[in-house]
């Protein structure tokens, strides 16, 4: 079982998520829990049946791309 840590770092580096358990490729999105500052993204691997939640922290804010400019 990879630490948190150590998920969070292959995650990042791979681009993907796989299962903390058995590493598999195959893990199924669940529900999405939206917090204040948090939010937890569930998941299911459809290969070990292992269910782990990721955890994502708010990092700041940027204007939405349809803020256009309407001055013109
Ligand atoms: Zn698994």
């Known amino acids: 079982m990879l630490?948190?840590?150590e998920w969070r770092k292959r995650a990042v580096?791979?681009?993907v998520?796989?299962?903390p358990a058995c590493d598999?490729?195959?893990?199924?999105?669940?529900a999405?829990?939206?917090g204040t500052y948090?939010?937890?993204?569930?998941?299911l691997?459809?290969?070990c049946g292992y269910e782990?939640?990721?955890m994502f922290g708010l990092i700041g804010c940027v204007p939405r791309s349809n803020n256009e400019d309407n001055d013109a």
Do not use: K, N, W
């Not at 948090?38 to 998941?43: D, P």
């Open 32 to 34: 999405c829990a939206v």
């Open 13 to 15: 580096e791979a681009g």
């Open 45 to 47: 691997c459809e290969d």
């Open 38 to 43: 948090t939010i937890y993204q569930e998941y």
């Open 3 to 5: 630490s948190s840590d």
């Open 24 to 30: 598999s490729l195959t893990v199924t999105m669940g």
């Open 52 to 54: 782990f939640q990721a």
């Open 17 to 19: 998520v796989r299962c």
